[in-house]
């Protein structure tokens, strides 16, 4: 079958990507196609288009998808269909992505973190009753944090420092836009204005899933119509 998608992630996720977006019929009902990695991450030949580029964030995709295939709390997992391409029907701009905000409470549990994050995992028999893994979210300004979280060795990260319903995060961000420029700069803390986000809870590792920043998409850049 054929699903057209806003989508809302295009992240790195080990030798491939994560792609994510909501359905577009007004129902926000987030679709994860999961591709032939061994993790369901999506290589570069299975989310071309026909001219060989891909999705990009707020672009309106159709996506060829065979069938559901939920994974643990990852409900929103469908298999794609890796014999067909992709195709770009459109692209939204800030005013479809407020039609698309969702309103969680909290993002899945709080009050568990890592040594440089904050809220930014959860217990996996606490994730496994969660009712979703995606969520689209905005808020009114976001801190990126470039810094180093190597132990043995040097390991240059991007945290997305937020509040969000009165609760505090400092998330890894996995958007390989953000990540290519951020990683460049010197440490320090950069500063980004009104922003949606998409905060998914990614892969397991020990007994944590991680909460992550899969896309950040600032509204000045969206209303200058800056598609990089």
Same mark, same amino acid.
């Given at each position: ?31 994860? *196609? ?20 891909? !999705? ?7 996506? !060829? ?16 269909? !890796? ?64 810094? &180093?979280?190597?132990?043995?060795? *040097? ?19 996995? &958007? *390989? ?8 700069? !010197? ?42």
């Amino acid at each position: 079958m054929i699903r057209t998608l806003v989508c809302l992630a295009n992240s790195r996720k080990l030798s491939g990507r994560c792609v994510a977006g909501i359905v577009y019929d007004g129902q926000k009902k987030w679709i994860r *196609p999961v591709g032939s990695g061994q993790h369901g991450e999506v290589s570069q030949d299975e989310r071309q288009y026909e001219d060989g580029s891909e !999705p990009r964030v707020l672009d309106v995709v159709s996506v !060829p998808l065979l069938r559901p295939q939920p994974h643990s709390f990852q409900r929103e997992n469908w298999l794609l269909d !890796p014999d067909s391409r992709w195709e770009k029907v459109g692209r939204v701009g800030w005013g479809e992505l407020l039609e698309l905000e969702q309103f969680p409470r909290t993002l899945w549990t709080n009050g568990y973190d890592t040594y440089h994050g904050s809220n930014d995992r959860v217990p996996v028999e606490q994730a496994d009753t969660a009712a979703d893994s995606l969520n689209l979210i905005r808020v009114d300004r976001v801190t990126l944090l470039v810094a &180093d979280e190597g132990y043995e060795y *040097p390991k240059r990260v991007v945290r997305a420092q937020f509040r969000y319903e009165g609760h505090d995060y400092a998330l890894r961000v996995t &958007d *390989p836009q953000y990540e290519q420029v951020y990683l460049t700069r !010197p440490f320090g803390v950069y500063g980004l204005g009104e922003s949606f986000m998409t905060v998914s809870l990614g892969e397991t590792y020990y007994d944590f899933a991680y909460k992550l920043v899969a896309a950040i998409i600032e509204r000045a850049k969206v209303e200058a119509g800056d598609t990089s």
